[in-house]
């Protein structure tokens, strides 16, 4: 879910060597009031975005010696980053020299090893990308199958197998160690190399996934910690160790809690006031426009809206169930602030339904002939103005789009070719009459 942050347009250190004037900063501050607005309403698409939005609006109030020191500025930190991608690599090249020097590389087989090295984070989180998974971002092995293996040649892949394999047996036993110092320092234990052995291979294979395919929550991970250590301890290491399993535990909570009378408490607050301005400035409208269509129907039309009806409020219902026991899942019950702003979402879409849950059904490619659609396109030209706040809760706090619910993650879909008429169907399944609306939230 998307949390409220601070907009910062310019930097500080930015703001400090132009040398701006007060009159200068006083624009800057409504410059940032501007886009804080804009992010809170969910319409900063991204960092570029943002970033763009900061300098059309920025540029325009600096002098020309103040826009040439920008520049200079810049290109400096262009060639910074230049120089230290370039130290960078040579660094890697040398060490990749000598690491691989009985494979006899050829110039360009070392380039290629090297430049992968460099970019595997990279790539890493393209394939977590293609694979729409966190997973595939500690799939490492994957990276050496895939792009590193096919730069050398049989006898030059079975030297390097040899080689990675030394190196990853050193690695292994200096985190091994790691794994020792880390509970002689934390908690007062001190672990036999097999104790530590154990427990750093119980951490380096941690499944993310439960048997339900959806990712353990920050108390299940604890407790599955807990769990796996308390067989590798001795019953003396377990009780020292226990009083700190409890704290953690226990900051966890607080932790939630905390963020439950901050942040959410904030958003709850917020979501309330959108929610009262929906239902007494903006609703009545959308009835009126929706009034109007109704008059329009023709009585097939009208039948097959009370069929989709019929769907859509079965559909919200296992929409929200299922939300609240993810909800539970990862919260547990110190978060009651947010489960109301999701319910808050919930009685918006029975009040200002949302089209995208009935992606897919007959019906509704039945229903939205090229001239309803144009209708409703007429009708809701005229209410989107009105919908600038309210759109952020609505479609960003509930996750409408199909796929698993899950608190705390929210990706943003962009909605695909050929269903821009789900956009226009909520209006139509909408009551005519507000006071059949209200019913269905029990406000009436």
């Known amino acids: 879910m ?43 698409k991204s960092n570029k975005h943002f970033l763009f939005l900061c300098l059309r609006k920025f540029l325009p109030i600096l002098t020309n010696e103040q826009v040439q020191t920008l520049k200079e500025k810049r290109d400096e930190q262009k060639l910074k980053i230049e120089q230290r991608k370039e130290e960078k690599y040579q660094q890697t090249y040398e060490v990749s020299k000598i690491k691989l020097k009985s494979l006899n590389l050829t110039e360009e087989q070392l380039q290629k090893y090297v430049n992968i090295k460099l970019n595997g984070r990279k790539l890493l989180m393209e394939k977590m ?68 052995n154990q427990l750093f291979e119980k951490n380096r294979i941690v499944p993310r996934l439960d ?16 769990k796996k250590i308390k067989n590798i301890l001795t019953a003396e290491q377990f009780e020292r160790y226990k009083p700190h399993h409890l704290q953690e535990v226990k900051d966890l909570e607080n932790r939630y809690k905390k963020s439950n009378e901050e942040q959410h408490l904030e958003k709850l607050n917020e979501s309330k006031g959108s929610l009262n301005n929906y239902i007494k400035n903006i609703l009545p409208l959308q009835c009126e426009a929706r009034q109007r269509i109704e008059k329009i129907l023709s009585g097939k039309q009208k039948k097959l809206i009370e069929e989709l009806r019929k769907i859509y409020f079965p559909l919200l219902d296992e929409k929200f169930t299922a939300l609240k026991a993810s909800h539970y899942k990862y919260h547990k019950d110190f978060c009651p602030n947010e489960l109301e702003v999701f319910a808050i979402a919930d009685t918006l879409d029975r009040i200002n339904p ?8 007959k019906g509704v490619n039945n229903l939205m002939t090229p001239e309803l659609i144009e209708i409703v396109k007429k009708e ?9 706040r309210i759109q952020y809760i609505h479609h960003e706090e509930f996750e409408p789009e199909e796929g698993t619910v899950q608190v705390g993650w929210n990706i943003r879909l962009q909605r ?16 005519p009459n507000i006071e059949d609306n209200l019913k269905k939230i029990n406000i009436a």
């Not at 998307?2 to 400090?16: D, G, L, Q």
């Not at 509970?183 to 007062?188: E, G, K, Q």
């Not at 048997?211 to 910690?225: C, H, K, N, T, V």
């Not at 949302?354 to 059904?361: E, M, P, S, W, Y």
Request: charged letters at 35%.
């Open 2 to 44: 998307r949390t409220r942050k601070k907009i910062t347009a310019i930097p500080k250190r930015v703001k400090e060597f132009l040398d701006l004037s007060s009159s200068q900063l006083e624009e800057i501050e409504v410059i940032e009031n501007e886009l804080q607005e804009l992010y809170d309403a969910g319409k900063l």
């Open 129 to 196: 990308k293609a694979a729409k998974s966190i997973e595939a971002w500690d799939d490492e092995n994957s990276i050496e199958m895939e792009y590193i293996h096919p730069i050398f040649n049989a006898d030059q892949l079975e030297l390097y197998k040899e080689i990675s394999a030394k190196e990853s047996v050193r690695k292994n036993i200096h985190r091994i160690k790691m794994e020792s110092s880390r509970f002689s320092s934390l908690y007062n234990i001190q672990l036999s190399t097999e104790q530590a």
């Open 211 to 226: 048997d339900a395919g959806e990712y353990y929550s920050e108390f299940e991970e604890i407790e599955l910690r807990y």
């Open 354 to 361: 949302n089209g995208n849950l009935l992606k897919g059904n």
């Open 380 to 388: 809701k030209i005229k209410l989107n103005p009105l919908f600038d």
């Open 416 to 431: 695909k070719k050929g269903d821009e008429h789900l956009k226009n169907l909520g209006l139509l399944l909408l009551e």
